[in-house]
């Protein structure tokens, strides 16, 4: 089975630093794509990045990097040099084997940005 | 480019009602996802329309049912609602063959009283 786990329910970082969200997975397929998304208090869901199990390297996107082991199951986020719109809530996400467009969730983390 | 859309923003039922939501697809997209995301959870996965008819369907008991239009827009109906269902439901529109991110409306946050 497909299963995404993100131990931080809260984080805290200072504007301008960086910071790390954590996200491990567990999956038997050697083919799979892992998603972060960003959740501001509106609701919506906003794609950030993406990163694929066979990808030579680790996936960016502006100020978003994924630490991808894949050794380990881990895909962290990386968000360079905090912004206090940065403050929401982050899911890590898994595309089921089978059906690409369902998707499995992590529980989420908190992020603050600290002024 | 209008983005997916969903109706109502907000909604408020009482225990043993039905509801209906609503969601249109970002332009192009023929797939429809339904997604419940209960307070301090993770989205769960309900179910998925294509070429209108449910392709797949996650751990929902039948109350939560669906429909998809000709124009690939698509309903959610939830029956005899529990309170157990006071969720935010969120609308997720792809490609049928895209392999990247899906596009997420902004939600429809239902209470049931």
């Known amino acids: 089975a497909q299963k995404i786990t993100q131990t931080q329910p809260g984080m805290f970082v200072q504007e301008k630093e960086a910071v790390t969200l954590d996200c491990t997975y567990d999956?038997?397929?050697?083919?799979?794509?892992l998603f972060w998304y960003k959740q501001p208090s509106s609701g919506e869901m906003i794609f950030l990045i993406y990163?694929?199990?066979?990808?030579?390297q680790n996936a960016t996107e502006g100020r978003y990097s994924l630490n991808f082991q894949k050794a380990r199951k881990s895909a962290n986020l990386v968000i360079s040099a905090s912004q206090l719109g940065d403050s929401a809530m982050y899911f890590c996400?898994?595309?089921?084997?089978?059906?690409?467009?369902?998707?499995?969730f992590g529980s989420g983390t908190k992020l603050n940005v600290k002024p | 480019d209008a983005g997916v859309t969903q109706s109502p923003t907000h909604l408020i039922k009482t225990r043993g009602q039905q509801v209906t939501l609503r969601c249109s697809p970002k332009?192009?997209?023929?797939?429809v996802s339904w997604y419940q995301q209960a307070l301090g959870q993770g989205p769960q996965f309900i179910f998925q329309?294509?070429?209108?008819?449910?392709?797949q369907r996650g751990n929902f008991p039948d109350r939560f049912s669906g429909h998809q239009f000709p124009n690939y827009s698509s309903e959610l109906n939830v029956n005899a609602l529990l309170l157990g269902d006071s969720a935010l439901y969120l609308c997720?529109?792809?490609?049928?063959?895209?392999?990247?991110?899906?596009?997420f409306g902004p939600g429809t946050r239902l209470t049931v009283t």
């Open positions: 332009s192009g997209h023929d797939t």
């Open positions: 990163q694929g199990s066979y990808d030579q």
């Open positions: 329309y294509y070429e209108e008819e449910e392709r």
């Open positions: 997720a529109s792809s490609l049928r063959q895209g392999i990247h991110e899906q596009y």
């Open positions: 999956t038997s397929d050697p083919s799979y794509g």
């Open positions: 996400a898994m595309r089921d084997r089978d059906n690409f467009n369902k998707f499995y």
